[in-house]
């Protein structure tokens, strides 16, 4: 027995250490990962700041000189797209499906580095911004993603642990937290990181996914303010007559949103046509002839089709201002021509935007005593269900953005209703062109697992 019981104290400091040295991993481990997402909340929100000032800017421009109407949004995006190709590869179009390919990549042990790096958030912030100066109908929503996405991937490098936290989990919660940032809309980051870029959660993920959005939302909240992105919406009570509204904004924006997402994918189908073939071998030109085309359709429009949207669409929303009829077709065009271009930026605010233009008319036409606001909203939600094919992430975003709780089941049933419709005429937007960032063996066992986890959907 004398000489067991030192044996047994040897093991029990030995238990002690290690029990100490766990602690300490999971500590440095946390304390990275919240500087990290406290970080990366700042970047969004700064980047938020950044894009609403290019704006500003080109309007000021404009008012002071109308020629730069014309002169900006050709020399703007080609100068845009040279600087993306020479210094910023990978920063192009909107972040979204270069996070959703980075996430698979990362799961099979590949590099993701050309998809997800701090130079990439540096270029789309630095060049996204310098796009808005020339009035490009993008958004920073999108772009937001794949700036948090980046930031969180580098942390793992300084975890004390690397096994601690897969790198993947590290590019889905970035990524959910740059929605949440963004439009400062906790819950609807949640829904996404579910609906759009995992379509799965695992208990070892949510921890960290939680944590990162919470931080990333506080830090946004203290730069930008607590609040909500079109204000606050007051309806009153709504009864059995916003069924006929429902259907009609569902059905409509989820065949304008598949049409929408068909031609995105245009360049992604038809790689071989001429047209394309010629943007791959002059992408400068390319952005110039489709600047002229912009700077044409935003003369056509006075001036609404230019920039995110955002100004135009809350203005809507507060009964402010109206729009002329053909306005959702114009701003329709001029983000799908910016889209074309490669510059870096997203569809998420130019979607609402064409959402609103919709809704507008459909009000004034069809449904003048149903409420302008509600179809407004229906429509925004509707058309964001159908181009993302993510109902629910569309329905709470609409509902955080404009502070109304009590329209979610209309939302709700309005962005089904367009999923619907839009899932039998066109694939998912983001993953179908996420597959262009992925090898073919990836790509094939992607569409496979998308296949079991996402099944074609069997009625509304």
């Not at 990366?40 to 894009?51: I, Y």
Request: glycine fraction near 10%; include cysteine.
């Amino acid at each position: 027995m004398s000489y067991i019981a030192p044996q047994w104290r040897r093991r029990d400091r030995r238990l002690v250490l290690l029990h100490d040295l766990i602690n300490h991993f999971r500590w440095r481990t946390r304390l990275t990962l919240w500087l990290t997402a406290a970080l990366a909340g700042l970047v969004v929100a700064g980047f938020a700041v950044l894009s609403e000032q290019a704006q500003h800017a080109f309007l000021r421009l404009v008012a002071f000189n109308p020629l730069c109407a014309w002169l900006l949004p050709v020399v703007v995006p080609m100068l845009a797209v040279w600087l993306t190709r020479r210094y910023f590869p990978g920063s192009q179009g909107s972040g979204i499906p270069q996070a959703i390919a980075a996430i698979r990549l990362s799961s099979e042990r590949q590099p993701v580095h050309q998809l997800v790096s701090l130079r990439i958030a540096l270029g789309k912030i630095l060049v996204g911004c310098f796009g808005l100066l020339g009035g490009i109908s993008a958004g920073r929503e999108g772009p937001s993603v794949q700036v948090a996405a980046s930031i969180m991937h580098a942390a793992h490098r300084w975890l004390p642990h690397g096994r601690a936290i897969r790198p993947q989990d590290l590019i889905l919660a970035g990524s959910s937290a740059g929605i949440a940032a963004a439009f400062n809309t906790p819950l609807a980051g949640i829904v996404f990181a579910v609906e759009e870029m995992g379509r799965r959660l695992e208990s070892r993920t949510s921890g960290v996914l939680l944590s990162t959005i919470i931080l990333s939302g506080l830090m946004a909240i203290s730069l930008l303010g607590n609040y909500s992105y079109f204000g606050s919406l007051h309806i009153p009570a709504l009864s059995s007559a916003i069924v006929t509204p429902i259907i009609v904004c569902g059905i409509g924006c989820g065949l304008l949103g598949a049409l929408f997402s068909r031609a995105m994918l245009w360049p992604q189908r038809y790689a071989g046509c001429r047209l394309w073939r010629w943007r791959a071998a002059h992408p400068v030109r390319f952005a110039g002839l489709c600047g002229l085309l912009l700077a044409l359709m935003g003369w056509l429009s006075g001036g609404s089709s230019f920039g995110s949207g955002y100004a135009a669409t809350s203005h809507l929303i507060d009964g402010s201002a109206t729009l002329p009829w053909h306005a959702p077709i114009l701003r329709f065009g001029a983000t799908l021509v910016t889209y074309f271009m490669g510059v870096p930026g997203g569809i998420f605010a130019p979607s609402l935007a064409v959402g609103a233009g919709i809704g507008n008319d459909l009000a004034s036409w069809f449904f003048p005593l149903a409420g302008q606001h509600v179809i407004i909203a229906l429509c925004m939600a509707s058309f964001l269900a159908a181009v993302t094919q993510a109902p629910l992430t569309s329905a709470i975003i609409m509902m955080e953005m404009i502070d109304n709780h009590g329209m979610v089941i209309s939302l709700m049933a309005a962005c089904v209703l367009a999923r619907f419709i839009s899932a039998r005429i066109s694939p998912a937007l983001y993953h179908q062109l996420s597959e262009g960032f992925m090898p073919p063996s990836v790509r094939q066992d992607e569409r496979r697992v998308r296949a079991q986890i996402d099944p074609p959907p069997a009625g509304p």
